[in-house]
């Protein structure tokens, strides 16, 4: 089988192309770019993945273009769930490609990942290669976890800290600070003679 597989990132493909190899699967990759935020770690990635195709002699797809914009617009005030729009067009992406480049199937290194909703990956995966006509590969690859991390080390790989929107790039390193006791809240200035806000 032909089978193009969705990259999110280098490490994340390390044990699922391991595993498809060995299956005997003729894999080419597609790096997908519109979620990943900001411009520099876009680019920090895709620089990663083709150093570590060029070892693994994998054929990769490169999406052109950085439509950040259209991302944020569609997530804007349903930033809680942002993961199954991401998820929808990543994998719509992908599937569209691998129809047009005539694949067997496509699938995702979304599917490595013990962070990820594999129910709704799944299923949004599916309905697509229905809408599109194509199937998807469903297969569970987080048990070569750690594997992945292991190797990913040792091949001294850039290891994002952060799934890839800004959303997820702001939980991971924005932390509300408590006032220390007997400090205002909020400090406000004096605003006609008055001071508002909470003390």
């Not at 990663?48 to 005030?77: C, H, P, W």
């Not at 190797?151 to 390193?173: A, D, T």
């Amino acid at each position: 089988m032909k089978l193009l597989l969705h990259i999110c990132c280098a490490p994340c493909a390390i044990y699922p192309l391991k595993i498809l190899k060995q299956e005997g699967f003729d894999v080419m990759g597609f790096f997908y770019r519109h979620n990943i935020h900001p411009y520099r770690e876009c680019q920090r990635r895709e620089e990663t993945l083709k150093i570590f195709a060029t070892s693994e002699d994998l054929r990769v797809i490169y999406q052109k273009g950085y439509d950040m914009e259209e991302f944020i617009r569609n997530v804007a005030f349903r930033e809680k769930d942002r993961c199954n729009y991401c998820y929808h067009n990543r994998l719509q992406a992908t599937a569209r490609i691998a129809k047009k480049g005539k694949f067997d199937g496509f699938t995702s290194t979304l599917l490595y990942s013990n962070f990820q909703k594999h129910d709704t990956i799944e299923q949004v995966g599916e309905s697509i290669g229905r809408t599109e006509g194509i199937p998807f590969f469903y297969r569970d690859f987080r048990k070569g976890w750690k594997e992945g991390i292991t190797v990913s080390k040792e091949r001294n790989m850039y290891r994002q800290p952060y799934c890839g929107c800004i959303y997820s790039e702001k939980e991971r390193y924005f932390r509300e600070q408590k006032p220390e006791a007997g400090t205002p809240e909020v400090s406000v200035p004096e605003v006609g003679g008055q001071r508002s806000g909470k003390r």
